[in-house]
């Protein structure tokens, strides 16, 4: 079985200084994994994903991530926040599920604080 | 390309009361996915329809039940409705469901349950 979990539930960071959104995951096998944010009241928007290619992955708005697999981690940075980070971000895990279908499985979800 | 759309954005309905979601996908995306959100358990995976077919079900009671049409358009409809079942239902699509995709969230519709 998949699982996902992001360390934080709440992050706050100042205008500019660095972001760390923490996520570990279990997988029975090589994972595909994804980052998602979400502003209020809006939807789930992909940030970056990683399917067994670069273990660093470079997502939009400046964010990155790094798959370690001795770790099982999946930690989410960015060099300098921006006011308009503030939201929820989601760390998922995709598994198969047979018969061509995959699942997503999400973390509690960490949410980000910018303060100015 | 227009995203994925959600209809209605909000809903208020009554305990007993049954409701139906619909969900519009990107153009060109088979695959419709259906999750709820709460603060309590976060996001969880109902199920999945692909050419009108389900798929994929999460673990949830059978009065949650959804379809798709021909034209990848889907429906989820929720009978009986309990307190419990006030969240965010989020409607995600994708071109095949396989391989290397990226499932495309829409803006969810917002159901509470008085």
């Known amino acids: 079985a998949q699982s996902v979990t992001q360390l934080d539930s709440h992050v706050s960071v100042s205008e500019g200084t660095p972001v760390l959104l923490r996520c570990n995951y279990s997988?029975?096998?090589?994972?595909?994994l994804f980052w998602y944010v979400q502003h209020p009241n809006k939807g789930l928007q992909l940030l970056l994903k990683?399917?067994?290619?670069?273990?660093l992955v470079k997502g939009i708005n400046g964010f990155e991530a790094e798959f370690k697999k001795s770790e099982t981690s999946f930690h989410l940075t960015k060099p300098s926040a921006h006011m308009s980070d503030a939201a929820e971000y989601f760390c998922?895990?995709?598994?198969?599920?047979?018969?061509?279908?995959?699942?997503?499985?999400f973390g509690k979800g960490t949410k980000l604080s910018v303060i100015p | 390309k227009a995203g994925v759309t959600q209809t209605p954005r909000y809903l208020i309905k009554t305990r007993g009361q049954q409701v139906t979601l619909s969900c519009s996908p990107i153009s060109g995306h088979r695959s419709v996915s259906w999750y709820q959100q709460t603060p309590g358990q976060g996001l969880q995976f109902l199920f999945e329809y692909f050419s009108e077919t389900q798929r994929n079900k999460g673990n949830f009671p059978g009065r949650f039940s959804g379809r798709q049409f021909s034209n990848s358009r889907s429906e989820m409809n929720v009978s009986t409705l309990e307190l419990g079942d006030s969240a965010l239902y989020l409607c995600a699509s994708s071109w095949s469901g396989d391989g290397a995709y990226e499932q495309y969230f829409g803006p969810g519709t917002r159901l509470t349950v008085t």
């Open positions: 998922v895990v995709r598994s198969y599920s047979g018969a061509g279908s995959y699942q997503l499985t």
């Open positions: 997988s029975s096998y090589s994972p595909s």
């Open positions: 990683y399917t067994s290619a670069a273990t």
